[in-house]
């Protein structure tokens, strides 16, 4: 056993002889050994360091080995406790055991080669308590610290946690910052909490998404316009770059604003100046800004719908948002969120979903992620009654979300899981549908996807079975109907 610093024993006797005997025969340990003629003593030395193993006789004037042994167990709970006793001595031992103030016993006169076992035995039990200890407290730190809500975010997942702390650092500076992350995961609501626990939170915060505004209006919405200085133009108007002075700018899905106008705004991030559309007058702003995409923008600038040197400009903190598939049981949390919210609003009685309803949110992908949640939720509140929302109703607004296809969950990585997948997906793409637009009956939608699947587990019809979570015995007999019977 390694240790950073040698560990240290404490032997306890009234005896002086025993513990220059003690001392001598544990010399051949790598440890530091420290001996105390009685119990006062000895709780000296622990209060004034950590001792790792502690070895006390029995029998000794004003404090007993017990009594002793009961107080390190109290102050000092991670040190080992033995004691040394004689043979009569064995119930008053049992009683120290099943109290719990000693680890073990060594009887007198000891064996050398025995006390020496039980020395090591004990150090290295001594470490595994230590380091359990510390795991414990790590964890406990952990759990008091953890946010399970932050700045509109819902959720206490590992990602998550990440995300918070990363945030909580880059607000208070003033550096521009670039989001990533797929549609929905939230990253207006990012730009939000970098706003407000950032040092502008008394400013504005000025959203614009530029993929909702018409190439030709994007100059005049962030930078404004004079009165006359294009056709529609009868006033003179301030636009997201005058508004956000002093605030924060958020540039939503960058990659969609033209790439000539990318110049203009790079111009603008670098001087803090511009001039609205029809104006020869430059105006100068204090501004921080956040921009966000749902694209990967190395692909975007390869594809040439985003400007590089603008992306760098830009790209002073990276804040990538997980999926929600990533966040394990933050789906469930949002989903009782959502519930508690929409049943207020619908005026329905809602406490929570059935376990099964638990086990789809769980499961399921969310491709659209937390706002797709949302959505599914809302509809699922509106569209059935309480106090429980069921996988039934869940699953019936699922597949109306995915325009009438069956629901398909995801499940954990790995070979059968990819496989499990490729059946899923399968069963469903348009290329399975007859180009007649015929309806299959079920017997024909069942007995195509067993035939998938023993072909895609390359006729094992036992793994065909498993991934579709029926018995072997179900396929054989299904094969042996259509008189079809696969090779293993």
């Not at 003690?22 to 000296?44: F, H, N, P, Q, V």
């Not at 003033?174 to 990253?187: D, E, L, M, N």
């Not at 033209?258 to 100046?273: C, E, M, P, S, W």
């Amino acid at each position: 056993m390694q240790y950073l610093n040698k560990p240290r024993i404490l032997f306890v006797d009234d005896e002086p002889a025993i513990l220059r005997s003690l001392k001598r025969i544990s010399g051949k340990l790598d440890a530091d050994i420290l001996t105390a003629s009685g119990g006062e003593k000895a709780l000296e030395i622990i209060e004034e360091m950590p001792v790792d193993v502690i070895v006390s006789d029995i029998k000794m004037p004003n404090m007993t080995g017990n009594e002793l042994l009961a107080k390190v167990a109290q102050i000092a709970p991670e040190t080992v406790r033995i004691i040394l006793t004689g043979y009569d001595d064995i119930e008053m031992v049992l009683s120290a055991i099943n109290h719990g103030h000693i680890w073990g016993f060594l009887r007198k006169p000891w064996d050398n080669y025995e006390l020496i076992v039980k020395l090591k035995q004990a150090l290295q039990l001594q470490q595994v308590l230590a380091e359990r200890t510390l795991m414990r407290r790590t964890i406990e730190q952990y759990q008091q610290y953890r946010k399970k809500q932050f700045e509109g975010f819902i959720g206490d997942s590992v990602a998550m946690q990440f995300l918070y702390s990363s945030i909580e650092q880059c607000a208070p500076s003033q550096a521009s910052v670039f989001i990533t992350g797929p549609s929905g995961s939230g990253k207006e609501v990012a730009a939000h909490a970098i706003h407000r626990l950032s040092k502008r939170k008394n400013g504005p915060f000025i959203a614009l998404n530029c993929a909702a505004i018409p190439s030709e209006l994007m100059e005049s919405e962030i930078f404004g316009h004079i009165k006359g200085a294009f056709s529609g133009a009868v006033s003179n108007r301030d636009g997201a770059a005058s508004l956000a002075n002093g605030g924060s700018l958020f540039l939503d899905e960058i990659g969609e604003m033209d790439i000539n106008l990318q110049a203009k705004l790079l111009r603008f991030i670098q001087t803090g100046t511009f001039q609205k559309v029809g104006s020869g007058k430059e105006e100068k702003v204090d501004i921080r800004f956040i921009c966000a995409t749902n694209r990967d923008p190395h692909v975007a600038i390869a594809e040439k719908k985003l400007r590089e040197d603008l992306y760098y400009r830009l790209n002073v903190i990276s804040l990538n948002l997980p999926p929600l598939k990533d966040r394990g049981d933050d789906t469930v949390q949002l989903a009782q969120h959502f519930i508690n919210h929409f049943s207020e609003i619908e005026g329905k009685v809602f406490v929570g979903l059935s376990s099964s309803a638990e086990t789809l949110v769980r499961s399921y992908d969310w491709p659209g992620n937390v706002r797709q949640l949302q959505n599914i939720i809302h509809s699922c509140v509106v569209m059935s009654e309480g106090p429980l929302l069921s996988d039934t109703v869940l699953n019936q607004q699922l597949s109306m979300s995915n325009n009438g296809q069956p629901v398909v969950l995801s499940t954990p990585t790995g070979d059968s899981s990819s496989q499990a997948n490729a059946i899923g997906h399968q069963s469903i793409e348009p290329s399975q549908t007859p180009a007649s637009g015929k309806i299959l009956s079920l017997a024909e939608v069942e007995r195509n996807a067993i035939e998938q699947a023993i072909d895609i587990c390359q006729d094992n019809i036992v793994k065909a079975a498993s991934e579709l979570g029926v018995s072997p015995s179900t396929l054989y007999r299904k094969i042996q109907q259509w008189q079809v019977v696969p090779s293993e």
